[in-house]
């Protein structure tokens, strides 16, 4: 049944019927019209191309937007109509514009001190230029004097958000992609009860079709009965949700203000692996404390009250975190796909472009555009060890298939590719030259990249970048080095991984 749900729900599926209703309309037009069809036909195909024309000219990523010109070539009715429909909903959506007048809300609460920048100069160029674009055109403030903490795998790093839970005197804030009853939410949820019962804040979001599959229609009004106040983030309706594409990717945790939590790892029991989906589940866990907490809260607070619009001022929730002493920088930033910057793609582009060593990287999927792919070839070929650690056991079959279409590019161009054997890689990490790296939500693929929600945490300087590159280089022995040769396809198989690489944007 999940199975069948997740099919009707399918872009793929809109693709396939959109197909079908064409060729119903040409059959129907011609049938009703004889040869004045072949003039309303002609008309249509025009519109269509001024409209490929019009997004070749105007779009930012436009590899993402091929399936949607193709789908106007190829069914110049059903195609615009599709499109229409797809506008109009982004347009139209409440949820979208009350989120977009919360970013801009909340300029005001994300200020950067004018000491910090200029540090980071004088010690770094590369940081410098980093940290300067997430402040200065992003919003995102680079902090010192904040604690990061990276656990490598889901049950490291769990027993530790149990133990900061259980410390919470005035709030709790969750947003999450995917909560499941099991060992991992029920231990959370267990410890959310009982800080509502003393009467602390707790706020619980998810994403409506992240969480389609693991929590019951009535899920929110449960939690509300128990005094946690809980809301559903882009609601699926009937229809106008297919079109849907912007979901919340998040992981956030954020306690009193003074510690947050996010990673890879999502509310269910495969993420800590306390149950078997696809082998051994690489993932992990982080931890955040001291003043860098407040832009975690914020990025909370912009969705929460997208949906709730109940927080005139966020500056409620801000506390005077203690600071533990210096160790390198921290710029917690979010990625929304309302405007123009894909700040997340842009992060992973600086850290390849400025590395002159190593650049090791975790990902779950590997959905590139030309962009991602020149600049892992143009490190490599600069002399930098560039290395990608890709799942051995596949969650989605197809999407891997994409995935491996790939491999022979990138490996010719010098990038090694290392397939995780024990199981499912879903960690989304840059690692490079033991002084930077990025931890977050964001995969190498194109909703990630352009269409979700996201959030990530850059560091420099940081003790941990070396645990962060201990751990990858401990992958690298439990994985297997894809060679040029096995990455090499048939013609039939390359031409079906070409076909998928144009649909690819809506997988």
């Given at each position: 049944m999940k199975k069948i749900i997740r099919i009707l729900f399918s872009r793929i599926t809109v693709i396939a019927l959109l197909f079908v209703l064409e060729i119903l309309f040409i059959f129907s037009a011609f049938t009703l019209l004889g040869d004045a069809y072949g003039w309303i036909d002609g008309i249509l195909r025009l519109i269509?191309?001024?409209?490929?024309?019009?997004?070749?000219?105007?779009?930012?990523?436009?590899?993402?937007?091929?399936?949607?010109?193709?789908?106007?070539?190829l069914f110049p009715v059903m195609g615009a109509i599709f499109l229409l429909f797809t506008v109009t909903?982004?347009?139209?959506?409440?949820?979208?514009?009350?989120?977009?007048?919360?970013?801009?809300?909340?300029?005001?609460?994300?200020?950067?001190?004018e000491a910090v920048l200029p540090e980071i100069r004088q010690k770094d160029k590369a940081a410098y230029l980093q940290a300067r674009y997430l402040s200065d055109h992003c919003g995102y403030p680079a902090y010192r004097n904040s604690q990061f903490d990276y656990y490598k795998c889901g049950e490291e790093g769990y027993?530790?958000?149990?133990?900061?839970?259980?410390?919470?005197?005035?709030y709790i804030f969750l947003e999450y992609f995917i909560i499941?009853?099991?060992?991992?939410?029920?231990?959370?949820?267990?410890?959310?009860?009982?800080?509502?019962k003393e009467g602390v804040l707790v706020r619980v979001m998810y994403d409506d079709m992240g969480s389609l599959m693991t929590v019951k229609s009535d899920f929110a009004q449960s939690l509300e009965k128990e005094g946690i106040h809980c809301v559903s983030?882009?609601?699926?309706?009937?229809l106008v949700s297919v079109f849907m594409n912007h979901r919340d990717h998040r992981k956030i945790m954020v306690i009193d203000g003074k510690v947050a939590f996010s990673g890879g790892v999502n509310l269910a029991d495969e993420y800590i692996n306390a149950i078997v989906k696809h082998g051994y589940w690489k993932d992990n866990i982080i931890r955040i404390q001291g003043p860098a907490v407040w832009s975690y809260c914020v990025l909370f607070l912009k969705n929460w009250n997208g949906v709730t619009q109940e927080d005139k001022d966020y500056s409620i929730y801000r506390r005077s975190a203690e600071e533990d002493g210096e160790d390198g920088y921290i710029i917690p930033y979010g990625q929304t796909p309302l405007g123009n910057s894909n700040v997340g793609q842009n992060v992973y582009m600086n850290i390849l472009n400025t590395a002159e060593n190593y650049v090791y990287i975790y990902t779950p999927y590997l959905i590139i555009d030309e962009t991602m792919v020149n600049?892992?070839?143009?490190?490599?070929?600069?002399?930098?060890?560039?290395?990608?650690?890709?799942?051995?056991?596949?969650?989605k079959k197809i999407v891997w298939e994409v995935t491996r279409s790939y491999y022979n590019t990138l490996i010719?161009?010098?990038?090694?590719?290392?397939?995780?054997?024990?199981?499912?890689?879903?960690?989304?990490?840059?690692?490079?030259?033991?002084?930077y790296a990025a931890v977050g939500t964001l995969n190498l693929d194109y909703r990630s990249l352009y269409l979700h929600f996201e959030n990530g945490t850059y560091l420099y300087g940081s003790k941990e970048i070396a645990k962060i590159r201990a751990d990858l280089e401990e992958a690298f022995t439990k994985s297997h080095l894809v060679s040029e040769k096995e990455s090499r396809t048939g013609f039939f198989r390359s031409l079906f991984r070409s076909f998928l690489r144009i649909i690819a944007p809506q997988m």
């Open positions: 269509s191309f001024v409209f490929v024309l019009t997004t070749i000219r105007d779009s930012t990523h436009l590899s993402s937007d091929i399936l949607y010109m193709l789908i106007c070539l909903s982004m347009l139209s959506n409440r949820l979208f514009y009350r989120v977009m007048k919360e970013e801009k809300k909340s300029e005001a609460y994300l200020i950067q001190d027993p530790v958000m149990l133990e900061e839970l259980k410390k919470a005197k005035e499941e009853k099991g060992k991992m939410w029920d231990g959370i949820h267990d410890i959310l009860k009982q800080k509502a983030f882009n609601r699926l309706h009937p600049a892992l070839i143009l490190a490599a070929q600069r002399g930098v060890d560039v290395r990608l650690v890709t799942p051995g056991i596949p969650d010719r161009g010098g990038v090694k590719i290392y397939e995780y054997t024990p199981g499912f890689d879903h960690a989304k990490v840059f690692v490079s030259d033991d002084q």
